[in-house]
């Protein structure tokens, strides 16, 4: 596999909002947004950040262009579910893989606690993570993911997601230089 210490575009479509409500991306995608001004991205060295409520939906869409990034070693951070909150994850208590399917499915439990307007939420939840192992034809590879509910097997305590829906992608593509 290609080492690539370069540019990278990360583009993360992560959800975390504190509403009870259907909670999706706006387009689960593996691709760059065409629309994304890359040069400026990289030069602004910060995340860009957009929400929205559309068609019942809330959605987020946040893309970065990092530089001198080891991509292989950013992706396998970006799976690394066990250590979130380790990494400061925000708004995060929990999180463990509960079950692996394969390489490329498992299954995650997590919890989260926050406040909205000095109101304390939790979110107790499984999600089941496809990972697109093999880099595609840009050299980028990404995860889908989506809420599922318990199964009888997992031995985690709870099951209470604060979302009726939630589900999100994220995409790892080495930029050429």
Same mark, same amino acid.
């Given at each position: 596999?290609?080492?690539?210490a ?7 479509c992560s959800l975390?909002l504190?509403l009870?409500?259907v /909670?999706s !991306?706006?387009?689960n ?7 994304? &001004?890359?040069? $400026?991205? =990289? +030069?602004?060295? @910060?995340t860009r950040?957009?929400?929205g409520?559309?068609?019942g939906r ?10 001198d990034v080891?991509?292989d070693?950013l992706? /396998?951070? !970006?799976?690394?579910?066990?250590r979130y909150?380790e990494?400061g994850? &925000?708004?995060? $208590?929990? =999180? +463990?893989v509960? @079950?692996?399917t394969?390489p ?8 989260m606690?926050?406040?909205l307007?000095g ?15 093999a880099?595609?034809a840009?050299?980028g590879?990404g995860?889908?993911?989506r ?5 009888s097997h ?7 997601p604060?979302?009726?829906?939630s589900d ?5 593509q080495?930029?050429?230089q």
């Amino acid at each position: 596999m290609r080492r690539h210490a370069g540019p990278v575009l990360c583009w993360l479509c992560s959800l975390a909002l504190a509403l009870p409500c259907v /909670a999706s !991306a706006r387009e689960n995608r593996f691709a760059i947004d065409s629309t994304l &001004p890359l040069a $400026a991205l =990289s +030069q602004a060295e @910060e995340t860009r950040v957009r929400s929205g409520y559309d068609h019942g939906r809330y959605w987020v869409d946040a893309s970065a262009v990092y530089s001198d990034v080891d991509a292989d070693r950013l992706f /396998a951070a !970006a799976l690394d579910y066990d250590r979130y909150v380790e990494f400061g994850m &925000p708004h995060l $208590a929990a =999180s +463990q893989v509960v @079950e692996r399917t394969s390489p490329e499915q498992l299954y995650i439990w997590a919890s989260m606690d926050y406040a909205l307007g000095g109101i304390r939420m939790s979110s107790q939840y499984f999600i089941e993570v496809s990972i697109a192992v093999a880099p595609d034809a840009h050299g980028g590879r990404g995860t889908r993911w989506r809420v599922v509910p318990k199964r009888s097997h997992w031995s985690q305590p709870e099951h209470r997601p604060y979302f009726t829906r939630s589900d999100g992608t994220l995409y790892i593509q080495p930029l050429d230089q």
